[in-house]
């Protein structure tokens, strides 16, 4: 069947800010349908409140709405357009509760909206606990012993009848939020409430615990002929118990029997044609008995889920783009398969290399917080590796994490205290993968693993594979080990740092220089969805070390750019945004325009996004042998945020080109002390400071500038580890803390300027012009990070000699330090005097949210001045705003509740919001003021 004709206009709506449990894989997939829709010649309006997303750019929709996700925000926008259908499943949960919201106000009735994708009924099935209860037992499709409680009194009686252990599952919720494991009755009524209250309708599934049974996911697909496919079948390393956010996960599944695989399909497709009559995305979860293979559902989302980004990314099977184009019609066996361009989409992929995925936490932010994993999802972002096994997949992941790990250990990050390793193993928390890895090094059987994590045997014979690799390659120095093996510690995902640390007497360099004498070099194959039966067209690519290389460079002008990694707090969904708009300039200015990224849950990572992309980890070893292969013009660094920037040094160091500003210039931004010399050498003012590596070295600088004193780390992101401290004991032990998780950091010292307010400039330079692109003030005063401070377009409250002199201040910056491309910077009123506090040669936090203020190109413009084909008067700069943009930052403090709320120099914020005003006796901007306990004074 064509599609449907009468639909020639469709409203998608947004997932609104970065929340734990609800990331940027929905950026990817309502961008992804809103282009999927205009290809079909649909007219696209989107409502998000998020500025950071590609998804809200102009480049993917008609028309964009940068509104609150409320029932009257799509009044306003159905007064104003004429559409014909919308679209919720591609914004999460929070998409389908306001559709559902607008259903039951007869909007959608009102105006003539046709609902697709989704059936009402449907969502209503799926998130009330009790009817889903009903609906399988109508379909004969298992589920474990359960009941409804609405109050403390029915959620005793009922744990009373099913016994413990429990699981308390609220309804209508996101992410596993208020959801527990219940190990015995003294713990019960607190959680039991806690579920309760996180219930919008104070409703709990209270459940009988299956702890110990695997987990799995399948990913499907539906159309209006009742065709349905399995895209993705992934199964969760850790067992039940873990939210499968926080799980490893592995596709294709590993340990997994074909009967139980059939099994498990035929239930799926049932539970999926048992939801009304809908086309489109559907997420299934499964739990299932490693003893008797008794298969039970545990939920089904009748939407583009969390693990429809990984699914698309680990198959190349664009989910979200089909089902958009089910919704409106279309059968599967009527579009075409987009990797081979030749075959149909009516197919279920076949993937001849495994993907894992790794989620990525951020416990250092919420200090004092409970870091065991459990049934509320706690991880804000995740990695994906890909390899032609396990554990290179594994490996892959592990080195894509950012956080200072270059594999599954052998980087002398292990636990030595054998109770330490044995708690670590026991409590599911980040990181029991590697305490496993020093459970099985310490010789502990792998039986008595398998029973203490219940995580199947397989997989820990797979992490004992790596420990007797390990054991073998301590017999050798670098010039003795056989070719055979060193060929097959690579293909075992070990990076060359990994293997200099287990030889002990050797470097990283002279592991890659050695290995390439004996010929042993990466090959890169594609990601084509059918195992190579045809050939695809789309250069997705993967690494590995085989003897074909899939990947021919061109002999066109190259340039690559750095992803920025996981989503985490303080590089987020911005820098991903940045990204992409960075490769859509480079092909504008004629250039081929390669990316590497690790993170499936971004547009960058999109296989139709840059000319070649390469999932990759954004990690040294990678990243050079690529270089290699490609021989681009030139690298980009400066809108993959951190981890691209930390890169430069190397880049540098090899003679590899960088667009844009030169490594030395971006380095002496990250050196206080020659950053606080520029200052003084142009006359700009600035705190006074000292850098420290011992307690007595900062106690005297603290003693010289005076109390109170920012203490920090250099070189980190987000203001990880800045305090505020007010006397010499606060300064000691700030200092002792940063050294022992920071150690070989110098300790910057400044003095913290009290009640001063906090602004910020983003601007563009060529080397011999500056363009301010946006003015930003802050409603917190100076001592909350940036990040999580309100921040208002333009200044609401600075006068014009302040403006100028940062305006100033941000030209004679730039030019000194003679950017080419971006430049953020930050800025301290006191009085009638501006000081400088940080300058930033990158993109920011802020470059997405101007550039939806303003309604500018801003990264356009970025990215050519950094590729040198322009200058700064070539463009016709037009900022459009009427009244104010608010940046409203966006906390996931519910995940954590017994945690230290109060907001400081480092930041703790996962999103964030844009909200427009008129004028600042606004409501909403004069309730800013008032939780902030700040007055309005103009």
């Known amino acids: 069947m064509p599609k449907d004709t009468s639909i020639q206009s469709v409203l998608i709506i947004g997932s609104g800010p970065i929340i734990i449990g609800q990331a940027c894989e929905f950026d990817y997939s309502g961008s992804q349908a809103a282009r999927s829709l205009r290809e079909e010649g649909i007219e696209v309006s989107l409502i998000n409140s998020n500025p950071a997303t590609i998804m809200t750019d102009s480049v993917t929709a008609d028309h964009i709405y940068l509104l609150p996700l409320t029932v009257d925000s799509i009044v ?45 009924d449907a969502i209503e099935k799926t998130e009330n606990r009790e009817e889903f209860k009903q609906l399988m037992a109508e379909i004969d499709i298992g589920v474990a012993p ?68 695997k987990e ?131 197919f279920e992929p076949t993937l001849d290399y495994v993907i894992v995925k790794i989620p990525r936490w951020n416990f250092d932010k919420f200090q004092g917080c409970d870091e065991t994993l459990g049934l509320q999802m706690k991880s804000v972002g995740e990695v994906m590796g890909i390899g032609r096994s396990f554990l290179e997949a594994l490996q892959k992941a592990c080195q894509s994490l950012e956080n200072n790990r270059i594999g599954v250990g052998a980087d002398g990050k292990n636990y030595r205290k054998t109770q330490d390793i044995l708690d670590g193993m026991q409590y599911p928390s980040w990181d029991r993968l590697f305490r496993i890895k020093d459970a099985l090094t310490l010789g502990v059987p792998v039986k008595s693993v398998q029973k203490m994590t219940r995580i199947d045997r397989w997989f820990i014979l797979q992490i004992q594979q790596l420990v007797k690799a390990e054991a073998e390659l301590k017999r050798y120095d670098l010039k003795a080990i056989p070719e055979a093996f060193f060929k097959e510690l690579k293909q075992k995902g070990y990076s060359d740092a990994q293997i200099a640390y287990v030889l002990g007497n050797t470097t990283e360099d002279e592991v890659y220089q050695r290995r390439r004498e004996l010929g042993i070099s990466r090959t890169y194959k594609l990601v084509d969805t059918c195992a190579a039966e045809f050939s695809a067209q789309t250069p997705y690519y993967y690494s590995t070390f085989d003897t074909e290389n899939e990947s021919t460079p061109s002999k066109n002008k190259k340039v690559i750019v750095l992803g920025s990694g996981p989503n985490r707090i303080g590089q987020g969904i911005e820098f991903d945004y940045c990204c992409v708009h960075g490769i859509l300039a480079i092909k504008e200015a004629g250039y081929e325009a390669i990316m590497i990224n690790c993170n499936p849950e971004t547009v960058s990572t999109d296989f139709d996004i840059a000319d070649k992309l390469y999932f990759e980890p954004v990690f040294w070893e990678h990243l050079y042998e690529i270089i290699e292969h490609e021989d681009p013009e030139g690298v980009i660094v400066q809108l993959g ?41 142009l006359n700009i003012p600035y705190p006074e400071y000292g850098a420290a590596t011992t307690v007595d070295d900062a106690l005297d600088i603290a003693h010289e500038v ?17 305090r505020i401290v007010i006397n010499d004991d606060e300064l000691e032990m700030a200092v002792l803390k940063i050294m022992k998780h920071i150690p070989d950091n110098s300790i910057l010292i400044d003095h913290f300027l009290d009640r001063a307010i906090e602004a910020e400039i983003d601007a563009i330079c060529d080397g011999e012009s500056v363009a301010i692109m946006g003015v930003m003030e802050h409603v917190e005063p100076a001592g909350i990070h940036s990040g999580d401070s309100s921040a208002v377009l333009p200044p609401y ?19 000194a330090l003679k950017v080419k491309g971006l430049i953020n910077i930050q800025f301290a009123i006191k009085g009638d005097r501006v000081y400088v506090i940080e300058a930033n040669p990158r993109a920011s936090r802020t470059t997405p949210f101007i550039s939806k203020a303003y309604k500018v190109p801003f990264l356009n413009y970025a990215t050519k001045l950094m590729l040198g084909t322009h200058k700064i008067d070539d463009f016709k700069i037009e900022k459009n705003l ?57």
């Not at 005076?706 to 990880?720: A, I, N």
């Not at 409250?797 to 030019?815: F, G, T, V």
């Open 641 to 681: 945020g951190q981890t691209a920037l930390k890169l430069s040094g190397e880049l540098h160091k090899r003679g590899i080109k960088i667009f844009g500003t030169s490594f030395e210039d971006m380095d002496l931004c990250e050196d206080r002390g020659a950053f606080s010399d520029l200052l003084k050498e």
């Open 216 to 346: 799995f996911e399948l990913e499907l697909l539906r159309d209006g002929n009742d065709n349905v496919v399995i895209i993705c079948t992934v199964e969760n390393m850790d067992p039940m118990g873990v939210h499968t956010g926080d799980s490893i996960t592995v596709a294709p599944a590993m340990t997994l029997s074909d009967t139980a695989f059939q099994r498990m399909r035929d239930m799926a497709i049932k539970m999926m044609r048992s939801l009304g009559n809908f086309s489109g995305g559907c997420n299934v979860q499964f739990a299932l008995d490693p003893d008797t293979e008794e298969l039970i559902a545990i939920e089904i989302n009748p939407r583009v889920s969390r693990s429809s980004a990984l699914a698309s990314k680990a198959t190349g099977y664009p989910i979200a783009k089909i089902a958009s184009k089910l919704a409106i019609g279309y059968h599967l066996d009527e579009l075409k398969n987009q990797i081979t361009k030749t075959t149909s989409a009516y």
């Open 76 to 120: 306003s926008i159905l007064e104003e357009q004429k559409i014909d259908a919308v679209l919720p499943t591609m914004g999460g949960q929070t998409a389908l509760n306001l559709c559902k919201e607008a259903g039951e106000v007869g909007v959608w009735e009102k105006y003539g909206v046709k609902l697709i994708g989704v059936d009402l």
């Open 146 to 213: 359960s009941r409804i409680a609405n109050s403390l009194l029915e959620g005793k009686e009922i744990a009373q009848d099913i016994g413990f252990p429990l699981v308390i599952r609220p309804s209508y919720t996101l992410g596993g939020t208020g959801g527990s494991i219940v190990e015995n009755s003294d713990e019960f009524e607190e959680k039991l409430e806690r579920g309760l209250k996180a219930s919008p309708t104070h409703e709990v599934l209270v459940e009988k615990a299956v702890f110990g049974w």
């Open 706 to 722: 005076g109390y109170p004193v920012l203490v920090r780390p250099s070189y980190v992101l987000g203001g990880q580890r800045m």
């Open 882 to 938: 009427t009244g104010f943009a608010i940046k409203e930052p966006v906390f996931s403090f519910d995940k954590f509740p017994n945690v230290n709320k109060e907001l400081g120099p480092e930041m703790k914020s996962t999103g964030e919001a844009i909200r427009f005003i008129e004028d600042l006796y606004d409501p909403f901007f004069r309730n800013i003021y008032k939780e902030k306990s700040l007055f309005l004074s103009k």
């Open 797 to 815: 409250n600075l006068p014009d000699s302040i403006i100028k002199q940062m305006e100033e201040h941000a030209k004679k910056l730039a030019l």
